[in-house]
């Protein structure tokens, strides 16, 4: 039986929502030990994924070492690399489906057990772009780890540890530029990227700033492994990536994330000249025991 939430592992949906509740201040311990035990009940791990955050934990006296908020501000040497609010969620949803309306039915249910005691404060729609591409057209998921390795990247495993399929998320809310992405030649854009488009072949000659070379996994003391489940997302004329790495700790993300700031070298990741991050959250996602998600 999987004891993690196979929604992690599981191919990027057709449509997802994305639902960031904060806690109502007043609410009191044992609401807010029930509200939570029901929704935990109530999502399955595989359309409805759960993630807490780090207040809420505190609160409900959970004791999740490797889980923080947030808190990485842009580098003063390189302004052009903006970084985000620390604004905090204390519950996450991604709801996941091949048909929209399902998602309708889903965030009802949801909304029904979680509104007494917490508020939605931001949603974002999201979905899948010509087989999995980010806007930009860029195949997104290339290097991601596979099978055993995926597995082992988003998950703790250990049998004898209460957070034996555990998994930690940042979600990473990315506002593109389109014009202005549009308005470069197919050179610039590769040089962005680090790969062309057209095939998806890694390019040695683009600039040390292209993002493939900054954020390269195994150049990384420790290797930086993530699973990146990113979906792309619009709302009226804006639109971007919220980026998703699932991992054992936050910290491969965080690395990966100082370096394309500029923090080691000064030189910022080419994605800022076309898109800005615009909020970013950490989740703790529970394990599932006996087909049930587990938050004590
Ligand atoms: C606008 C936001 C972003 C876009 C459009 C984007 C797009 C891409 C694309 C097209 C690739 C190449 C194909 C692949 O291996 O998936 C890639 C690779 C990668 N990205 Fe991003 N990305 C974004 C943000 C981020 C962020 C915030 C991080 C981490 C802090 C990140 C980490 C990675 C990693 C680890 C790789 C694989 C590098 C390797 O080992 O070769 N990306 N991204």
Redesign the pocket.
């Known amino acids: 039986m999987k004891q993690f939430q196979s929604g992690i592992i599981d191919a990027i949906p057709a449509h997802a929502e994305y639902l960031y509740f904060t806690l109502q201040q007043d609410t009191s311990t044992s609401p807010l030990q029930s509200t939570v035990q029901a929704i935990a009940e109530h999502a399955d791990g595989k359309h409805f994924v759960l993630g807490l955050g780090y207040d809420l934990c505190q609160k409900l006296g959970l004791k999740i070492s490797a889980l923080r908020n947030f808190d990485i501000e842009a580098n003063p040497s390189n302004p052009e690399a903006t970084s985000t609010t620390k604004l905090n969620a204390d519950l996450w949803c991604w709801l996941r489906a091949e048909e929209r309306g399902d998602l309708l039915d889903m965030q009802r249910q949801v909304l029904a057990i979680l509104e007494p005691h917490f508020s939605l404060a931001h949603q974002v729609s999201a979905f899948r772009y010509r087989e999995g591409r980010?806007l930009?057209g860029?195949?997104?998921?290339?290097?991601?780890p596979v099978d055993e390795d995926a597995l082992n990247t988003a998950f703790i495993n250990d049998i004898n540890s209460p957070l034996h399929g555990s998994s930690f998320v940042?979600v990473?809310q990315?506002q593109?530029q389109m014009q202005t992405f549009h308005a470069m030649n197919n050179t610039e854009q590769d040089h962005i990227?680090?790969?062309r488009k057209s095939d998806?072949e890694?390019l040695d000659e683009a600039p040390s700033s292209a993002?493939?070379k900054r954020?390269?996994?195994?150049s990384f003391t420790p290797e930086?492994f993530?699973l990146?489940r990113?979906m792309p997302w619009s709302q009226q004329s804006q639109s971007?990536?919220l980026?998703a790495?699932f991992a054992t700790s936050f910290d491969a993300?965080e690395a990966?994330?100082k370096r394309?700031l500029g923090y080691e070298d000064g030189i910022s990741d080419g994605?800022f000249r076309i898109?800005r991050?615009i909020n970013t959250h950490y989740f703790w996602c529970p394990p599932i025991h006996n087909g049930k998600i587990q938050v004590r």
């Open positions: 980010d930009t860029y195949e997104d998921g290339t290097e991601n940042a990473q990315w593109h990227i680090g790969r998806n890694e993002h493939v954020t390269a996994q195994e930086a993530v990146r990113s971007g990536l980026f790495a993300f990966q994330y394309m994605l898109s991050p």
